[in-house]
């Protein structure tokens, strides 16, 4: 294929695509409008099977599927970043030093610890309840975590963080939310339908059917991919040298 063909190929789908938008854009909703068909039908799937948040309805019941490639996305870009970031063969391990701390710096951040992982665990547990879920929680608990390296040093985020656990963790929660889509094939109804389970009572932690386990899946998912993701990053700033000593 020569360059004239691919030129006419690109422009071919590029005024393809342009008509499509152009005839999307004349079709959308008035602009400051009160009604939302999609929104009306969302807040109706989601209360008829008793989940409070219909974020976290439409993420891990309505459009399940559609979390799965999100969260396909995260675990490839973890696994891509792992690969990427080993240790080469002209490179060496150096045993990081201890740096002081500002006492202010480590009294907030020992303080503040304990509070946002709890904090991130509790947006995970209620993200059929509340605002937040699975990848708000996630995140929170992941980057509390790191608080540690900034009020002691990094052999001390190394003893709570045992990267290898978390490689394991992540690739577990992944298969988690896999292997919670299947079961419901298993039991007649499609992939990742919310029938699995019984809806329980509206806006208690047992709500929501296949929800509560679908968003604790990500929660674990995201957090230990963000827990790997940084660790391999810190590795190479901290202890991963040339052999040249770079």
């Known amino acids: 294929m020569n360059r004239r063909v691919r030129l006419w190929?690109?422009?071919?789908?590029?005024?393809?695509?342009?008509?499509?938008?152009?005839?999307?854009c004349f079709d959308l909703p008035a602009f400051g409008g009160a009604r939302h068909p999609y929104g009306a039908r969302a807040v109706r799937a989601s209360l008829a099977r008793h989940t409070a948040n219909v974020i976290s309805s439409v993420n891990f019941d309505q459009r399940a599927y559609d979390t799965l490639g999100e969260m396909s996305i995260l675990f490839a870009a973890v696994l891509g970043c792992v690969v990427l970031l080993r240790q080469a063969r002209d490179e060496h391990r150096a045993k990081p030093e201890s740096a002081e701390v500002d006492r202010l710096v480590r009294g907030y951040s020992l303080t503040v610890l304990p509070v946002a992982v709890v904090t991130g665990l509790y947006v995970i547990a209620h993200?059929?309840?509340?605002?937040?879920?699975?990848?708000?929680?996630?995140?929170?608990?992941?980057?509390?975590?790191?608080?540690?390296?900034?009020?002691?040093?990094?052999?001390?985020?190394?003893?709570?963080?045992?990267?290898?656990?978390?490689?394991?963790?992540?690739?577990?929660?992944?298969?988690?939310?896999?292997?919670?889509?299947?079961?419901?094939?298993?039991?007649?109804?499609?992939?990742?339908?919310?029938?699995?389970?019984?809806?329980?009572?509206?806006?208690?932690?047992?709500?929501?059917?296949?929800?509560?386990?679908?968003?604790?899946?990500?929660?674990?998912?995201?957090?230990?991919?963000?827990?790997?993701?940084?660790?391999?990053?810190?590795d190479q700033a901290v202890e991963i040298e040339e052999e040249s000593g770079k």
């Open 9 to 24: 190929l690109v422009a071919t789908g590029g005024v393809g695509l342009a008509a499509l938008l152009v005839a999307a």
């Open 127 to 234: 993200g059929q309840l509340s605002p937040g879920g699975g990848f708000q929680g996630g995140v929170v608990a992941a980057t509390a975590l790191h608080l540690l390296y900034l009020g002691a040093d990094y052999r001390a985020l190394e003893r709570v963080r045992p990267v290898g656990r978390y490689e394991v963790g992540d690739a577990l929660s992944a298969s988690a939310y896999v292997v919670t889509g299947l079961a419901g094939v298993l039991a007649g109804t499609a992939f990742l339908a919310n029938t699995l389970l019984p809806y329980g009572t509206f806006n208690t932690l047992s709500s929501g059917g296949t929800v509560p386990l679908l968003n604790a899946a990500i929660g674990m998912e995201v957090a230990c991919a963000v827990v790997v993701l940084l660790a391999r990053f810190l």
